[in-house]
C-alpha cells in the first residue's frame, strides 16, 4: 500500500488544476485574463487572509477535520463492530447526509455493501426495505438536526418494521443515529432508546460533512481506506495555503470561476468527470457550489441574486447527449473536466475487421485510453470554439485522491463566497420549502405556512390546468 507520509508519494498521488483553457490566450475574448486574476490581487489577499484569521477562531471548522484523530477513532470502533454483525449499512439520510456517503462508496473499492436511501420515493424505499435480510442489517439514521422530515419519516417505518420483526430487544442493535453531539430531537431519541450513536460537529453542515462520522461511518463499514482518504484531504489543505492564487489550486479555481461569471456572464458551471466513478462526485459538487453561492443577499444585507448554476456530466457518455449544448448553445457555460490518468484496469479492444477502415483503427487501443483520448479531443474540441475549460488531472481515482478533491472545492467555495460577499454556510433559501412542508403535515407550530399552501392552491385558476 501506498505510504502517503512520504512526500515523494503525495507528489506522485496530487491532484493537478491545468488552466490553459480557460485563459484568453487560448480562447480569446471568451476567457479571463492574466491581468483580470492579478487585478483581484489586493480583495484575494484579503479573502486569504480573512479565511485564515477564521479558522483560527474556529469559525470554519470543517476544513479541519482532516485533522481529528479521536473523531476518527470513534468511528472505525463503531464501524469495525458493524462489520462483526451485518452483512449490509442502510444510510437514511437526504442532501449532504446522503451525497457525500453516495460519493465515497461510488467512487472507491468497497468489500461490503452499503445503500444509500436519499428520498422517500414510496417505490424505490419500499423495494429497498423488501430485499433486506434485517437480521444481518443495520440503518444508520443522519439528521444533524434531528428533524429532517424525509430522514425521520425513513426512521419511523424502519423502526416499526424492526420492532415487529425483531422485537423490542434486538431491534436497537440494528440502529445507529448519526446527529448533532448536544441537542435535537434524535440526541433525545438516543437517550431514550439507548442506540449507539456518532457526534456531527456542531458547526459543520450538512454539505460540508463527508469528512465527519457522516460519510466516514459508512466508508469505513464498506472497507474504505478513511485514514488515506483524510491524509488526501489534509495534503490539497497544505497546498491551499499559499497565499498567491498561482500557487494555489482552491484559489485560483475560485477566482476564474467567479471572474468568468461576474465578467464574462458564465453563469452556468459543469462538472464533468471522465469516469463513472465520479459521477456522484459531480453531484455532491453541485449541491456545495449551488448552496454555498447561490444567495439573495450580501454579507451587509444588499441584494445579491448571485451565484453559478451547477450541471453534472459523465464523458464520453454526454458528448453524445450534452455537447452539442455546450460547444454551439448559448455562452454561459464554464466546463471542468476531470481526467483519470490510471483507471485502474484495461480493457482492450480486440484486433478484427482490419478492411473496414472504420471500425478496425480501434483494434489494440484499450478502453481507459480510448476514454482518455476522448476527453483530450473534447477539451479541444471546446477551445476551438471559443468555450472555456479547465481540466483538473487525477492520476487515479482512490481514496488519498479523492480526499483532494474534496478539500479542493470545499476551500474554493469559501473562497467564492468572498469574492461574491456572501454567506457560503447558510442556505436560507431551503428553510421555506421545508416549514411549507411541516405546515401541510400538521406539525405543531406551523398553522400560517399551512395556510399559505392553502390559499396557495385556492389561486389556481382551473383554465390554466390543461
Given amino acids: 500500500m501506498p505510504d502517503y507520509r512520504r512526500r515523494a508519494t503525495r507528489e506522485a498521488m496530487s491532484v493537478r488544476l491545468d488552466v490553459n483553457g480557460m485563459m484568453a490566450d487560448t480562447v480569446g475574448h471568451a476567457g479571463v485574463t492574466r491581468e483580470e486574476v492579478d487585478g483581484l490581487g489586493a480583495r484575494t489577499s484579503?479573502?486569504?487572509?480573512?479565511?485564515?484569521?477564521?479558522?483560527?477562531?474556529?469559525?470554519?471548522?470543517?476544513?479541519?477535520?482532516?485533522?481529528?484523530?479521536?473523531?476518527?477513532?470513534?468511528?472505525?470502533?463503531?464501524?469495525?463492530?458493524?462489520?462483526?454483525?451485518?452483512?449490509?449499512?442502510?444510510?437514511?439520510?437526504?442532501?449532504?447526509?446522503?451525497?457525500?456517503?453516495?460519493?465515497?462508496?461510488?467512487?472507491?473499492?468497497?468489500?461490503?455493501?452499503?445503500?444509500?436511501?436519499?428520498?422517500?420515493?414510496?417505490?424505490?424505499?419500499?423495494?429497498?426495505?423488501?430485499?433486506?435480510?434485517?437480521?444481518?442489517?443495520?440503518?444508520?439514521?443522519?439528521?444533524?438536526?434531528?428533524?429532517?422530515?424525509?430522514?425521520?419519516?425513513?426512521?419511523?417505518?424502519?423502526?416499526d418494521l424492526l420492532l415487529r420483526q425483531l422485537g423490542a430487544v434486538d431491534y436497537a442493535k440494528r440502529v445507529v443515529i448519526t446527529t448533532d453531539?448536544?441537542?435535537?430531537?434524535?440526541?433525545?431519541?438516543?437517550?431514550?432508546?439507548?442506540?449507539?450513536?456518532?457526534?456531527?460537529?456542531?458547526?459543520?453542515?450538512?454539505?460540508?460533512?463527508?469528512?465527519?462520522?457522516?460519510?466516514?461511518?459508512?466508508?469505513?463499514?464498506a472497507g474504505v481506506r478513511v485514514d488515506d482518504l483524510l491524509a488526501g484531504a489534509a495534503w490539497m489543505d497544505t497546498r491551499c495555503q499559499e497565499p498567491d492564487p498561482w500557487r494555489n489550486p482552491a484559489h485560483l479555481l475560485a477566482t476564474l470561476l467567479y471572474l468568468a461569471d461576474a465578467r464574462h456572464r458564465r453563469n452556468v458551471v459543469v462538472l464533468m468527470p471522465y469516469s463513472d466513478r465520479l459521477h456522484c462526485y459531480a453531484a455532491w459538487f453541485g449541491q456545495l457550489w449551488a448552496e454555498s453561492l447561490g444567495k439573495a443577499e450580501t454579507l451587509d444585507g444588499k441584494p445579491a441574486h448571485v451565484g453559478q448554476t451547477p450541471l453534472s456530466a459523465v464523458g464520453a457518455t454526454d458528448q453524445h447527449s450534452l455537447l452539442q449544448l455546450f460547444t454551439g448553445g448559448p455562452a454561459d457555460k464554464v466546463i471542468i473536466m476531470l481526467r483519470v490518468e490510471d483507471h485502474g484496469r484495461e480493457v482492450p479492444v480486440p484486433a478484427a475487421y482490419a478492411d473496414l477502415d472504420s471500425i478496425g483503427y480501434l483494434g489494440g487501443v484499450g478502453l481507459g485510453r480510448l476514454l482518455n483520448l476522448e476527453q483530450r479531443a473534447t477539451e479541444l474540441a471546446l477551445v476551438k470554439q471559443q468555450r472555456p475549460v479547465l481540466t483538473i488531472n487525477v492520476p487515479q481515482v482512490n481514496a488519498f485522491t479523492l480526499g483532494q478533491l474534496i478539500c479542493l472545492f470545499e476551500v474554493a467555495v469559501v473562497f467564492a463566497a468572498g469574492l461574491y460577499r456572501v454567506n457560503p454556510l447558510d442556505q436560507p433559501g431551503v428553510e421555506d420549502s421545508k416549514r411549507l412542508t411541516y405546515g401541510q403535515m400538521g406539525r405543531k407550530g406551523f398553522d400560517a405556512e399551512r395556510a399559505q399552501v392553502e390559499a396557495w392552491l385556492a389561486r389556481k385558476r382551473n383554465d390554466y390546468t390543461l
Wanted: glycine share 10%; net charge negative; charged share 25%.
Fill in 46 to 159: 484579503e479573502i486569504a487572509r480573512a479565511l485564515k484569521a477564521r479558522r483560527g477562531a474556529g469559525e470554519l471548522p470543517f476544513l479541519d477535520l482532516p485533522y481529528q484523530k479521536d473523531a476518527l477513532a470513534r468511528t472505525k470502533t463503531v464501524a469495525n463492530a458493524l462489520r462483526e454483525e451485518s452483512e449490509t449499512l442502510v444510510v437514511l439520510g437526504i442532501g449532504g447526509s446522503a451525497l457525500g456517503t453516495r460519493t465515497l462508496i461510488e467512487a472507491l473499492e468497497t468489500t461490503r455493501r452499503v445503500v444509500v436511501a436519499d428520498n422517500v420515493d414510496p417505490m424505490s424505499f419500499g423495494t429497498l426495505l423488501d430485499g433486506l435480510e434485517l437480521a444481518r442489517t443495520t440503518f444508520n439514521v443522519i439528521s444533524k438536526s434531528g428533524e429532517t422530515a424525509e430522514t425521520m419519516a425513513q426512521f419511523l417505518i424502519v423502526r
Fill in 181 to 221: 453531539a448536544d441537542q435535537g430531537a434524535l440526541r433525545q431519541v438516543v437517550h431514550d432508546e439507548g442506540f449507539r450513536d456518532l457526534a456531527v460537529p456542531a458547526d459543520v453542515g450538512g454539505r460540508f460533512s463527508v469528512l465527519t462520522a457522516v460519510g466516514l461511518l459508512p466508508a469505513a463499514f
